[in-house]
């Protein structure tokens, strides 16, 4: 089954503006990482955030996470075309990751 | 600093032919491997990894094999290829927990027709 499923699927905003992205998973986790795909590509890591931490930055990146919740969420700030990708969330479980189907995000310039 | 290469880049393969995809890790040591398939538009299915040489697990009974023959070096193979196995293969590699962070290669297109 799913674990962590991203939302929404799609997502369309005009450069300079702010996207966020949801992930939602249902079992507890000891950490949950967010990863970018440029199309054809392969994945890059973005950032990790632990069980026990709440929000973490990476440059124009903000990752919370709300476990009482089981959610997190990746806000990508002043948006850039070059953003234009697939986020997807993995969450760690047992010993693999599992990761959601992703959300495809397109910045107009 | 580290990098992993995946060849081919991308493949075409009538069904019932055999399958080989390389993948190798340069600039660190015993890493931890990993083998995903993305079907278009989903997320990443792990089909096998590796926490050493020789040691493969798998995760999905399916038409395809791993192996390790040495420390930074993983081969995805099948003996006789199904249209299914139609997909995006991506390998990867990490250091820590299986679980930690992984950093992923180029990737292979592989179209079965």
């Known amino acids: 089954s799913q674990q962590g499923e991203e939302d929404p699927q799609a997502l369309s905003i005009q450069e300079g503006e702010n996207a966020t992205m949801n992930c939602s998973y249902k079992t507890s986790i000891n950490n949950l990482q967010w990863y970018r795909q440029n199309s054809g590509r392969g994945l890059v890591h973005l950032i990790l955030i632990r069980s026990n931490e709440r929000e973490k930055h990476s440059g124009r990146l903000r990752v919370t996470l709300d476990t009482s919740k089981k959610s997190s969420s990746l806000l990508i700030t002043a948006s850039r075309a070059a953003d234009t990708a697939s986020y997807f969330c993995?969450?760690?479980?047992?010993?693999?990751?599992?990761f959601g189907s992703g959300t495809r995000l397109l910045v107009r310039p | 600093s580290q990098t992993i290469h995946q060849w081919p880049a991308t493949l075409v393969q009538p069904v019932g032919s055999p399958l080989s995809l390389e993948c190798t890790v340069e600039?660190?040591?015993?890493?931890?491997l990993y083998w995903y398939r993305q079907a278009a538009g989903r997320g990443l299915q792990l089909l096998f990894y590796s926490v050493g040489i020789g040691q493969i697990s798998s995760e999905v009974p399916q038409n395809l094999s791993a192996s390790r023959p040495q420390d930074r070096q993983f081969i995805l193979s099948s003996k006789k290829l199904l249209l299914s196995d139609s997909g995006f293969y991506l390998c990867?590699?990490?250091?820590?927990?299986?679980?930690?962070?992984?950093?992923f290669g180029p990737g292979t297109r592989l179209t079965v027709l």
């Open positions: 993995a969450t760690d479980a047992r010993y693999k990751l599992i």
């Open positions: 990867a590699w990490g250091i820590a927990a299986i679980t930690d962070t992984q950093y």
């Open positions: 600039g660190t040591s015993n890493p931890n």
